[in-house]
């Protein structure tokens, strides 16, 4: 398997061989500029998922620019297929890559989101990827995918694109966002939207906002979602030479905005999951369990170093109920949050339920860490944002009691062994994985103090 992994993750051997299958495939002349691998999945079944973005010259799509620049496609290690002759259908949606043993699964023909072929021409066979007006049901708008945000196989995808009227017409200048699910998650997102949304709706300060549902249909896996025009906290990061003076009052702000957000009560009718540090503390060992079953061969410092870090971690267990019990996101961190001057937008509630306080103020601060890992801020420019962070944060009470900040320690460092044992699986980063585990040693406590 991992020979397999190696090969798929080998860029100048995927970009050749992509321009072969896809040629013959979609019958084009396939010029592939580049291939990333921006993730690496190992599923529960022990395969392993690689999703590749590829970059297309525009001879291959001349009328479209945007989708002949970026197409995101899937290929599947150790996947039983029914053929491997190299053909590819709507039913099957792959495509069979021989040299690697590893079916290719062709955006946008995902079988378990069906709604997702109505936006693209000619779906039902295998041609190139063209744009088509997806006409709602049940509703008068329609809607002309531009970009795909994320797409995870099977799973979701997430488009921005041009909204219409029924006669065809551009609603607004504003572009729109058209999440695409299975209907089981579809309906959990639109419940804990719902939940944020009566949560946050009695609160004074209108600077903590959440994107606005246009349109919801839960059978047909459907949220149309008005599109929020001001970046995103991580592009502002990638610029953050252009930046940097705002950060201060940026991550003050974001924050406040969390506690606000925590302050709020939640209806007696609700029933939300609570998430404990115990079943954080057991998927952490379930996940490098997994990992080492489904790559045997891979680096064994690595996962000692991950064994150590965890069972560490086990020592100091947060007892549950300790703290303040309160709504959390669970994925609150930069990409989930759009700044503008006077508001902070956030999206994405999939993993919404109650639990301690410190778990989204501690995977804030651990994404800061990564990012200045990751070159995007230097470690002074990371250090004074997390700082104005929790003093937003602890604005009213001007400051963290101990016991809290024990708590924020120990799921800084959770969170830090999560990322360290994400990012191992992605080739542009896994050199990372060494120094965001000793970041998981270290904590954040003495950063805090300082």
């Known amino acids: 398997m991992n020979s397999a992994l190696a090969k798929a993750t080998d860029l100048e051997n995927i970009k050749r061989l992509f321009e ?35 970059e297309f010259g525009h001879n291959v799509c001349s009328d479209d620019e945007l989708w002949s620049r970026s197409v995101i496609l899937f290929g599947e290690l150790g996947a039983t297929v029914q053929s491997a002759d190299g053909s590819s259908t709507s039913e099957t949606n792959s495509t069979y890559i021989s040299e690697l043993q590893m079916t290719l699964y ?8 069906k709604q997702l072929s109505k936006c693209f021409k000619s779906a039902s066979q295998a041609l190139w990827f063209q744009p088509e007006i997806f006409h709602i049901a049940d509703s008068e708008l329609s809607f002309t995918p531009q970009d795909v945000l994320a797409y995870r ?20 200048n504003n572009s729109a966002i058209l999440r695409i699910a299975r209907p089981r998650q579809t309906a959990k997102s639109l419940a804990a939207h719902n939940i944020l949304e009566s949560a946050t709706t009695d609160t004074e300060d209108t600077s903590f906002v959440l994107a606005t549902n246009l349109f919801a249909d839960i059978s047909q896996g459907l949220i149309l979602t008005e599109a929020v025009s001001a970046p995103t906290l991580y592009s502002m990061l990638e610029k953050s030479q252009q930046h940097s003076e705002s950060f201060p009052s940026t991550f003050h702000r974001i924050g406040r905005s969390l506690r606000m957000m925590q302050s709020c009560s939640v209806p007696d009718c609700v029933h939300l999951q609570t998430h404990t540090a115990l079943e954080e503390k057991n998927k952490l060992e379930a996940n490098l369990l997994l990992m080492a079953d489904a790559l045997p061969c891979r680096n064994k410092q690595t996962n000692s170093a991950l064994k150590d870090a965890i069972a560490n971690l086990s020592e100091s267990v947060p007892i549950d109920g300790e703290g303040a019990v309160t709504l959390s996101h669970r994925d609150f961190y930069d990409k989930q949050l759009f700044v503008a001057k006077n508001k902070i937008t956030l999206i994405d509630y999939d993993t919404l339920a109650l639990g301690d306080a410190t778990i989204d103020v501690a995977n804030f601060l651990a994404h800061v860490t990564l990012r200045m890992r990751q070159g995007l801020i230097d470690e002074k420019t990371a250090q004074e944002a997390q700082k104005s962070f929790i003093e937003g944060y602890a604005e009213e009470n001007n400051s963290l009691d101990a016991d809290t900040l024990s708590r924020l320690n120990w799921w800084y460092r959770a969170t830090m062994i999560r990322l360290a044992m994400l990012y191992s699986l992605r080739p542009k980063w896994k050199h990372l994985t060494e120094v965001l585990i000793t970041d998981c040693v270290t904590g954040y406590s003495t950063m805090i103090a300082a």
């Open 20 to 54: 072969d299958r896809l040629s013959s495939v979609f019958d084009i002349d396939a010029c592939i500029k580049s291939v990333t691998v921006p993730r690496v999945f190992v599923r529960k079944d022990k395969t392993i998922l690689v999703q590749y973005v590829l």
């Open 106 to 113: 062709l955006f946008p023909f995902d079988k378990r989101l």
């Open 153 to 172: 196989l099977g799973k979701r995808v997430v488009m921005r694109g041009k909204l219409h009227d029924s006669k065809g017409k551009n609603e607004s």
